[in-house]
């Protein structure tokens, strides 16, 4: 069992930035794929970075924005988010899964709001 706890949400207005930590109860982090996942009001729920021991991930819609990161020492992933856009809002989770055979763990998320 792994336990994530996701901070550094809040609102910021356009064109301002936010950085996402995610703090992970494991012994084992650096063999983790870490992603964070977003969900706005009445939308489903989308992949917008990957991180693992070799490549990252972005969706279309936050390259070149968001730099996903990660402290293997510190157990910990990143999300820094510049340029954000009013569409940026959403609830933003972290996830770590082993590989794609293995159950993925989910934190409870932290809400970020894109509005002047």
């Known amino acids: 069992q792994v336990q994530l706890v996701e901070s550094g949400g809040g609102v910021v207005q356009p064109g301002g930035s936010l950085r996402l930590s995610c703090a992970a109860s494991?012994?084992?982090?650096?063999?983790?794929?870490m992603s964070w996942y977003r969900q706005a009001p009445g939308k489903e729920r989308e992949l917008v970075a990957s991180?693992?021991?070799?490549?990252?991930n972005y969706a279309d819609s936050v390259k070149g924005r968001f730099t996903i990161s990660r402290d293997n020492d510190k157990n910990t992933v990143y999300l820094q988010m510049n340029s954000l856009k009013p569409e940026d809002t959403a609830v933003y989770y972290c996830?770590?899964?082993?590989?794609?055979?293995?159950?993925?763990?989910w934190g409870k998320g932290t809400l970020v709001t894109v509005s002047s």
């Open positions: 494991t012994l084992t982090f650096s063999i983790y794929t």
């Open positions: 991180i693992s021991s070799s490549s990252t």
């Open positions: 996830t770590a899964r082993r590989s794609i055979y293995d159950v993925m763990y």
